[in-house]
């Protein structure tokens, strides 16, 4: 229920083997680079995409960063974001950008814990290159309306970048459906892996129009051995997003991810969004009928698997403002409820492995803590 999911413990037995083999100097690299590919074509079917239009990186940072850096910008350009609602990882990469090549960022203010739909339209201008939007905030945790903003952004030739770095292995995803040209995931949250491993996916036919800042032996055409020289060049750049892609492998990160891709698959994506987003709107109505104020009240269309408790959006992260909920949240870490703050509300995170007995548990703690309280919390469910 955390910043981090619970490590799958599929991909826990298959790194201990990788690890055990590397140890034993067993690793065969042909082996490795068949691993990558089998993790590339499970994360492209995760997301409804072709396997060439995913590249490796680090984390959600990298990949939208390598995809800014592959545009030709030119200064007066300009990219919506909002910066109320967007976690870091797709605000600095932006700003990189504005330093450098004097693009303008134009910043939608939030209401109600969304990015207000026609707000976010108004302020795409006809130099606008890029909308960059989560499809879960990291808080308040709310969907945002990902396909209807495509199609928008298709109409007017604008890049839709989909930071999903939430919503990965949780929210079934469909880059066709919702017409989207870049989208960054990592491994550590709904993917149930580690740090430090990403994808990039890059719309094909945007991708084979893009140079990557970086020229590398994996970004090119290759034949025979990788570290065969190639030709540097005028080499091809490799197909689609492979071009994005760097030099060796994060291989533990990769064989440790493809077990919880392959169980998300044969669940199928469905079904694991309905249980994680279930469990969190009955989380959301027990909070509510004790009186806490759950950020939006009653869970509505944009729900997720994020609940998130507290009034008013802030700028706190691992502490709260609101002494009230930081106590709350002491009294629920104090006996093992892992969550967090996020923008001073408290976080609750669903995933495949919770189960009714979590919210049981965590109600039970809760309404303990309510009663311990002279004063009621505060009942005001929205902000
Ligand atoms: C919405 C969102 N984007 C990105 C990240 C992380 O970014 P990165 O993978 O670059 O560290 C997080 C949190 O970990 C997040 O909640």
Redesign the pocket.
Known sequence: MS?RALFYDGGRRALDQHLNDMAEGTVDKKGLFTAVEECRDHFAALIGSHSDEVAFTR????GIAAFGAALDWRAGDSVVVCEEL??P??IYPWYGLARKHGIIIKNVRQKDGMAPFGDIVDAMDERCRAMAI?A???APGFRFPVAELGAECRRRGVHLVV?A??SIGVLATDVEAWGVDVLAA?T??GLMALYGL?FLYVRRSVAEQLQPALLSRFGVEQEGHEASLGDPISGRLAPGARRFDVGNYNYPAIIAVTPALKLILELTPQAVEDHAFGLAREFADRLLAIGLPVYGGRPGHWASHIVTVGAALGYDHDSAADLSMAALYEHLVANGVRLSIRRDLLRFSFGLYNDRSDIDRVERLAREWVRGQNTAPRMTATA
Do not use: L, P, R
């Not at 984390?59 to 990298?62: A, C, I």
């Open positions: 910043a984390n959600v940072t990298d967007e976690h990882a797709n989560s879960v905030s990291f930071d770095a939430q990592s550590q949250k990403g």
